[in-house]
C-alpha cells in the first residue's frame, strides 16, 4: 500500500462572480478542494485530486515552471530538483457558466541527490560490471520515440534482436563483448567506464563520429575509454512504479552505453540485480527510441538445444475427439466485444460458426461479418480551421489535397473519402471518416500531425464541420505537442443534430503556451460502440476447470494466414480476478500474427516485464499456416523454456520464487482480429481458422 502525506495549506481564494443572467441548466461553480498527497514511495511525486461543483476544467501551475490540466482534477506531478524544496502551487477551476475559482496550496518534496536503491542495484553498492544479455531476445531493439496515446510508442515496436543475432558476425561481434562497469564512491557520486575492446557497434547514421562510411551498422575502432561521471534524475513527467524504476542516467563526456548512436541520455525502463533495460533517444532522428538490455553475466552461445524434460507422466488432455461444442468439462467462454486492452476488432462467442470440434480437432474461426457492415458508429469531419476573435481565419486541414497520414489507436480508423452527404453546412469534395467499430475502447480515435505549429497567439477557437449518426455525441478535441505528448490540451463539443453536417467551435483560449503540431479528434468518446461487430470470434479457457503449477504442456495446431488475424495459445495466473494484469503473470506459449505468417513467438509477462517489455522470442516457422505443428512449453521451478516441433529452445526464462510463475495457471485459446499486434485487417478478409490437434499436460 503507498503511504502518503496529506498537505492542505490554502493561502488565498479567489473568486469570480456570475453575472446575474446565468445560462439555464448551468451548476454554479463552487465548493473548491485541493488534496495534494505527497508519495513517499516516489520520491518527489506529488497526486493532486481537486474537486469543484459545476467544474469544467481544472488548470495547475506547479509552481515550478511547469503547468498541467485535467478535465476530472487528478493529475499527478513529479518534482525532480534534488533537496528538500516548497512549490506554491496555482489551481484554477473552470466552470461551465463561464466563471472561475483559484486557490493555492504548498507541497513540499524530498528529492534525494540520488535514489539510494536504485545507485546499490546498479553498482552493487562499490562497483558492479553489466554485460550485453546476448542470450535474450531484445537486447538490441527499435521503436518510435512517441507514437500515439495508445502507448505503442513505450517498447521497440519495429525491431527487436533474437538471441545472439548481432554476435558471430564481422559486421556486429564487437558489440557482444563490451563491459560498462558502474561504480559509486563514498560521496555517494557515481562513474561510468565502457571497456569496448577497442571497437564500437555504430549505428549506420553515425559512422561519420568514427570516420567511416557505409550503408549499414559496423564495428569501428573507437576510443570510447576515461571514467565518465553519471547524474541520476527522475524522468520528468513519468510515474515510476517503484524505486528502481522511472530514472534516468546522463553521461558526461559524450559517454555512451556500448551501441553508438550519439545519444549519452539513457532512460531505464527496468533495474534488477540480473536486468539493466535502457532506452535512448537517437541524436540524429528523434522520432527512433533504441533499447538495450544488459546482464550481470557475460552471455555465452551454446547452440541450439533440445529440451531434454523431466515431467513424462500424461496427466490432462483433450484430444478433441467428439464433435460439437468444447467439451463443457474442460472449456468456458469469454464473451463479448470491448478490445480487451489491445484495440482488437472482434467480439468474442460461443457461436459453432466461431468455435466447435469437428474431425477431430478444435475449430476456432474469425469471421467478418456477414452484410459486409461495419457496425458501431461512424462520423466524418471536414474544414479544421483557426478562428480569430475578430473572424479571421487560417486552414488546417480540408483533406482536398494529399491527404494526412492518420494513426488511429483503441481500435479507430480513420481515412479520406469522397463527401457522403455533400449538403447543408459541406459542400466541399472530399473529408474524414472516423470508423468506431463494435470492440474498439470508449477512448478510441485518431490523429494527424502538421508541418508547423498552430498559431494560438492570433487564434483563439477552433472550428470542425462534423457529421454524426446521433445528436449529444461528445467530440473532443485533443492539441498535442508530437514532441512531448505530456503538452497537450483538450476541449470537449456534443453534436446537436443527425445525420446532417454542423460546424462546431472549440475554445482554445485557456490552453496553455505549448508547441502544438498533432491534431487528435475522439468521436462519441467515453461511449462503447453498439451493433453487430465487424467480425467475431471465440476465446475459450480452463480456468475454474482445470489448472495446474508446473509440467509440460503440448499444443499441436495449424494457424490461420489472414492478415489481421492473431491467434494465441497461453496460460494466465489463476489469481488474476483477485490481482490483476500482470502481478498474476502470463506464459504465452505460441503467439502469431497472419501479417508474418513465417514466424511464430513466445513470451512471459509479469511485473516489471510485461506488455512492449516482456521477455520474448520468435522462431522461423515456415510451414505455421499451411501444417501442423506442436507448441510447447517446460515450466519448472527453476525456468520456463519454449520450443517449437521438440527441437530448438527459442526461449528460456529463469523461474525464482520472486516471480507470479509458481502457482496455479489456466489455459486460453483464441484467435484475435487487428489490436496492437494483429495489425492492419485484410480489407478482403472474410474467415480463417485455427485447427487444435490436441493439448497435453505431463507432469
Not at 302 to 312: A, C, D, H
Not at 451 to 463: H, I, K, N, V
Not at 625 to 633: A, C, D, P, Q, W
Amino acid at each position: 500500500m503507498q503511504k502518503v502525506k496529506y498537505i492542505i495549506v490554502a493561502l488565498f481564494m479567489v473568486f469570480v462572480a456570475c453575472d446575474e443572467d446565468d445560462t439555464p441548466g448551468t451548476v454554479a461553480l463552487a465548493n473548491l478542494t485541493v488534496n495534494p498527497e505527497v508519495n513517499d514511495e516516489s520520491p518527489g511525486q506529488v497526486i493532486f485530486r481537486t474537486t469543484a461543483s459545476g467544474a469544467k476544467l481544472f488548470s495547475y501551475d506547479f509552481g515550478d515552471g511547469s503547468t498541467g490540466e485535467s478535465l476530472s482534477g487528478y493529475i499527478v506531478k513529479s518534482y525532480t530538483e534534488p533537496g528538500q524544496n516548497s512549490y506554491t502551487v496555482t489551481i484554477t477551476v473552470t466552470g461551465d457558466d463561464g466563471t472561475t475559482l483559484t486557490e493555492t496550496v504548498q507541497v513540499t518534496v524530498d528529492v534525494p541527490a540520488t535514489n539510494s536503491a536504485f545507485v546499490d542495484t546498479l553498482t552493487n553498492g562499490s562497483s558492479k560490471t553489466w554485460f550485453l544479455a546476448a542470450s535474450q531476445p531484445g537486447h538490441l531493439g527499435v521503436g518510435p520515440s512517441r507514437d500515439g496515446i495508445d502507448g505503442d510508442w513505450w517498447y521497440p515496436k519495429w525491431y527487436s534482436a533474437s538471441a545472439f543475432e548481432k554476435c558471430g558476425s564481422e559486421i556486429s561481434d564487437c558489440f557482444c563483448d563490451d563491459e560498462l562497469t558502474f561504480s559509486v564512491d563514498s560521496a555517494g557520486e557515481v562513474s561510468y567506464e565502457l571497456d569496448n575492446k577497442g571497437q564500437t557497434f555504430f549505428n549506420v547514421a553515425h559512422l561519420g563520429a568514427a570516420g567511416g562510411m557505409g550503408d549499414e551498422d559496423l564495428c569501428y575502432d573507437f576510443d570510447a575509454s576515461g571514467s565518465k561521471a553519471v547524474t541520476i534524475a527522475m524522468v520528468s513527467g513519468n510515474v515510476p512504479d517503484a524505486e528502481t524504476t522511472g530514472m534516468k542516467l546522463d553521461l558526461s563526456d559524450g559517454g555512451f552505453m556500448s551501441y553508438y548512436v550519439g545519444s549519452s541520455s539513457y532512460e531505464v525502463l527496468a533495474l534488477t540485480e540480473d536486468l539493466l533495460y535502457v532506452r535512448t533517444i537517437d541524436a540524429l532522428n528523434p522520432d527512433l527510441a533504441w533499447y538495450l538490455r544488459f546482464t550481470a553475466e557475460a552471455s555465452e552461445e551454446v547452440g541450439e538445444e533440445s529440451l531434454e524434460t523431466i515431467y513424462t507422466n500424461l496427466v490432462w488432455a483433450d484430444e478433441f475427439d467428439v464433435d460439437g461444442a468444447p467439451d463443457p468439462a474442460n472449456w468456458t467462454y469469454d464473451l463479448g466485444a470491448g478490445g480487451w486492452g489491445n484495440g482488437e476488432a472482434q467480439s468474442y462467442t460461443d457461436d459453432p460458426e466461431n468455435v466447435k470440434v469437428e474431425g477431430g480437432m478444435l475449430k476456432i474461426t474469425a469471421k467478418a461479418a456477414d452484410d459486409g457492415n461495419v457496425s458501431g458508429a461512424t462520423h466524418y469531419y471536414d474544414d479544421v480551421t483557426l478562428v480569430a476573435t475578430g473572424g479571421a481565419t487560417s486552414t488546417v486541414e480540408d483533406f482536398e489535397g494529399t491527404a494526412p497520414t492518420f494513426t488511429g489507436f483503441g481500435g479507430n480508423s480513420t481515412v479520406v473519402i469522397d463527401n457522403p452527404d455533400a449538403s447543408g453546412d459541406n459542400t466541399s469534395t472530399k473529408v474524414a471518416e472516423s470508423i468506431k467499430p463494435v470492440g474498439a475502447e470508449v477512448w478510441a480515435g485518431s490523429f494527424f500531425d502538421l508541418t508547423a505549429p498552430l498559431d494560438l497567439t492570433t487564434f483563439s477557437t477552433m472550428s470542425v464541420k462534423t457529421w454524426s449518426p446521433a445528436t449529444g455525441a461528445v467530440v473532443r478535441l485533443k492539441l498535442e505537442n508530437k514532441a512531448n505528448a505530456e503538452e497537450f490540451f483538450e476541449v470537449d463539443a456534443n453534436t446537436t443534430v443527425a445525420e446532417a453536417w454542423e460546424t462546431l467551435t472549440f475554445d482554445l483560449s485557456g490552453a496553455p503556451a505549448f508547441t502544438y503540431d498533432r491534431v487528435v479528434l475522439f468521436f462519441d468518446f467515453g461511449v462503447s460502440p453498439t451493433g453487430d461487430a465487424a467480425y467475431t470470434s471465440a476465446r475459450i479457457k480452463s480456468e475454474n476447470l482445470y489448472e495446474l503449477t508446473y509440467g509440460r504442456v503440448e499444443i499441436r495446431a495449424k494457424l490461420p494466414s489472414a492478415g489481421g488475424t492473431w491467434p494465441a495459445l497461453w496460460a494466465l495466473g489463476a489469481n488474476f480476478d483477485e490481482v490483476g494484469w500482470p502481478a498474476c503473470g502470463e506464459i504465452d506459449i505460441m503467439e502469431h500474427v497472419g501479417n508474418n505468417s513465417n514466424t511464430t513467438s513466445s513470451a512471459i509477462h509479469y511485473p516489471g516485464n510485461f506488455g512492449g517489455t516482456a521477455v520474448t522470442a520468435s522462431t522461423a516457422v515456415p510451414t505455421a499456416t499451411s501444417e501442423f505443428h506442436n507448441y510447447t512449453v517446460e515450466w519448472t521451478p527453476d525456468y520456463i523454456k519454449f520450443v517449437v516441433d521438440e527441437e530448438l529452445i527459442h526461449l528460456s526464462f529463469v523461474n525464482s520464487t520472486d516471480t507470479p510463475f509458481n502457482s496455479d495457471f489456466f489455459f486460453i485459446m483464441n484467435i484475435a482480429v487487428g489490436g496492437t499486434l494483429g495489425g492492419a485487417i485484410d480489407p478482403a478478409f472474410t474467415e480463417d481458422t485455427m485447427e487444435v490437434d490436441y493439448i497435453r499436460v505431463y507432469q
